[in-house]
């Protein structure tokens, strides 16, 4: 059997964490068991769904990567299939029309609610006979059956069994005759070939009705897997002040797409102690009976450690180029300081987010470095001032900006002076960056720059004289 999956997002909104890890799952097992994986957009709900978050989905999809073998198929462009399957179940008699108002409908559910019973419909039209009301434009409702039960074989939750006298009769069809979400994702299922579904168990309720349409269709059981929802470490469902923000947003912040992917196949899913894959990995380990039955937490500081680390071991050059839009933003220019791979490799072990990066290296470019005011007024003391003016002598002297002759010239002021090698490059580091956290003195001064490296050593000197004079060089 070729494995079919499916990802049918509702374009009613941004791809959020849930939907690519759902995406993910699917694709995951798509891809090992060389299956296909389909693509549709369940569009039906024309009041909400917009084409800007139909863009926001493709945009999530191809920025993680994740690609798809059949469409995208949208719902509101198979219609003329919908009516076509809600005429052959009305023809078989496994539905019928119902002409009960909204009146009615709303004082049975009140009488239900009040004599504390479960609201739903009481089938006054199953067996209508005679003429139908005139002037009525009727639904369609799905003939459950009245007995026996419906036992969903879920690979994440095991067997689950439902009554059927606990469901009643579906609508499938409006008056308008437009078709409900139940029949449209069953009769899409049916036609695309879809044999795993993999979804979340927000959906586990809904699934002994889709059993029921596809059997009265004539079609034969998905393999169903639900997987757990993800919470927010509180153990409250995950909102937006959790991290339950758009895919996009994601990469906005900093985090690359195989971090995040990394991070939301683990998230509900395990194989051994194993925490770190690579994407080729993911596909050869990922499976069905890994997943966790209960639900997941997001963590972001779990997010941030794998980010760090696709950030420390990615190839450069895939690092530099993700990077760059970032450094554009914050106004770095490549033109004004060392190559963009060069302050990347450096800096690339001290930051969990390309915006940390980018945010990093700012004293590299551009002329001007700000003191921090702590920094500065521990490490650019009286004492310190002897040593830069040391360093400066010794920088200017150098025929060649090269790190091994500026790590000389920091041990020589060191032993020179008879200090130990951080009381010179503490000073040194706060005079160059601003602060006291920056790569190895050598490579910081080889980022910096021999004409702004002796300007701002000039600065940091004069700050010292007078502390009163700014913060900021130029």
Request: glycine share 8%.
């Amino acid at each position: 059997m070729s494995i079919v999956t499916r990802f049918p997002p509702s374009p009613t909104g941004y791809l959020h964490i849930g939907g690519a890890r759902t995406a993910l799952y699917n694709w995951l097992y798509a891809r090992r068991h060389g299956g296909r994986m389909v693509f549709r957009i369940e569009d039906t709900d024309r009041e909400r769904s917009t084409e800007a978050a139909v863009e926001a989905i493709f945009d999530g999809m191809r920025w993680l990567g994740l690609d798809w073998d059949e469409g995208p198929y949208f719902q509101t462009r198979r219609f003329d299939r919908y009516a076509e399957a809600i005429g052959q179940l009305l023809d078989a008699g496994r539905a019928y029309h119902c002409y009960c108002s909204r009146e009615r409908l709303d004082e049975l559910r009140t009488t239900q609610m009040a004599t504390r019973q479960k609201p739903r419909y009481d089938g006054r039209c199953r067996d209508l006979s005679g003429a139908p009301p005139a002037g009525v434009k009727p639904v369609v409702r799905l003939r459950t059956p009245q007995a026996g039960e419906v036992v969903v074989a879920d690979r994440v939750h095991d067997d689950v069994v439902f009554s059927n006298d606990e469901l009643d009769d579906l609508i499938i069809a409006r008056s308008d005759g437009t078709p409900t979400y139940h029949l449209t994702v069953v009769v899409d299922d049916l036609d695309m070939g879809i044999t795993h579904v993999i979804r979340g168990d927000d959906h586990l309720n809904n699934t002994p009705r889709q059993i029921h349409i596809l059997e009265a269709l004539g079609g034969t059981r998905p393999v169903y897997a639900h997987v757990p929802m993800i919470n927010g470490p509180d153990g409250k469902k995950l909102s937006k002040r959790h991290g339950a923000v758009s895919v996009m947003q994601y990469r906005d912040d900093g985090f690359l797409p195989d971090a995040l992917l990394n991070y939301l196949a683990r998230l509900g899913w395990s194989h051994g102690d194993q925490e770190l894959f690579t994407r080729e990995e993911l596909i050869s380990t990922f499976d069905i009976e890994g997943i966790n039955k209960s639900a997941a937490s997001f963590a972001l500081d779990k997010l941030l450690w794998v980010n760090q680390h696709y950030i420390q071991t990615s190839p450069i050059a895939t690092l530099t180029d993700a990077s760059r839009p970032f450094f554009t933003a914050a106004g770095l220019d490549e033109s004004a300081g060392p190559a963009l791979d060069a302050a990347i490799e450096a800096q690339r072990t001290r930051a969990r987010t390309l915006l940390e990066l980018a945010d990093k290296s700012r004293p590299y470019y551009g002329w001007e470095v700000t003191l921090d005011p702590a920094a500065a007024g521990k490490q650019l003391t009286a004492s310190a001032l002897p040593v830069l003016e040391a360093l400066s002598a010794g920088f200017a002297m150098l025929p060649t900006w090269e790190q091994a002759a500026l790590h000389g010239v920091v041990e020589t002021v060191s032993a020179t002076l008879v200090l130990k090698m951080g009381q010179v490059a503490q000073p040194l580091r706060v005079a160059l960056t601003g602060s006291t956290a920056s790569p190895s003195i050598d490579v910081t001064l080889m980022l910096v720059g021999r004409d702004r490296a002796i300007a701002r050593l000039a600065h940091a000197m004069d700050w010292i004289r007078n502390p009163a004079s700014p913060t900021s060089s130029a």
